[in-house]
């Protein structure tokens, strides 16, 4: 049996790449980041077909009968479709929306229906997307402060540039272009970093019932900071605002975070969690 936890303990993680890769190439058209999405979507669909051939020499059956297998196929066809769609079809965002679909059916699955001791592997799942949301969400943390970093620099370059104040540190400055980039490129990191320790976060709160915690502070904050996020990209992609715009609604957007992880001391969720 830790063959196989640890097999669905890898498959999940892989899942939740392939996902951030296809966040990342939606947000922002990247060929890059929708190639190797595709491909951890493959060893996705591989790890899932490993767990069956496990079971099914473990327990020398199909597993087909209980409402726990019939979900797995069900992922297993789900993960499928999606790969057979990254490798034929200009659909990413089809794809992006059937790999959430399936990576919630997944974590949901190993929370409600177990195989073998129900209430060690429902401990052992929520440990697992403990480690998933807190590692996510301290990496999305790492790439937003590098944001705000250029954010912050862009406002200051643009300031002295526009006063034509000239000096040494000036000059040994990033241009305004490449500081612009650089933030972006934080921004384009640390979102489907948020986006999918959200999600981690969210199902562990609908596989526990604990609808309350959809209205706790700390839930409110992140999809405000995930809202402006949104909205930065919106106005990157229109291209109807300038540099010095972006940079602001890069640093409102950090500010929320900051708001966020300031109101662990008044939130239930991490109480709750035993963080």
Known sequence: MLLLASLIELMIYI????????FSDCVSRSVRSRRIGTGLLGVTGLLQFSVIGVRIVLENRVP???????????????????????????????????GIVGFTA??????W????????HIGYTQQLLLILHVALANLSL???TIAAVFGILYLFLYA??????WNDTIRRLPSLEQTERWAHLAVLTGTPLLIVSLLVAFIMIVAQKRWEMLLDIKGITTFAALAVYGLYFVLKRTHKYSGFSIAKWTLVGYALVIVNLLSNAFSEYHKWNGG
């Open 160 to 165: 002295m540039l526009k006063k034509k104040k």
């Open 15 to 22: 899942y939740a790449l392939s996902l951030l890769f296809y």
């Open 106 to 111: 997944s974590v949901l699955n190993e929370f």
């Open 142 to 144: 790492v790439a937003l």
């Open 113 to 120: 229906f177990s195989v073998g001791e129900h209430a060690e």
């Open 64 to 98: 087909m009968f209980s409402v726990y297998d019939f979900l797995f196929l069900f992922i297993f066809v789900l993960t499928l479709a999606g790969f057979g769609l990254a490798l034929t079809q200009k659909a990413e965002f089809v794809v992006l929306l059937l």
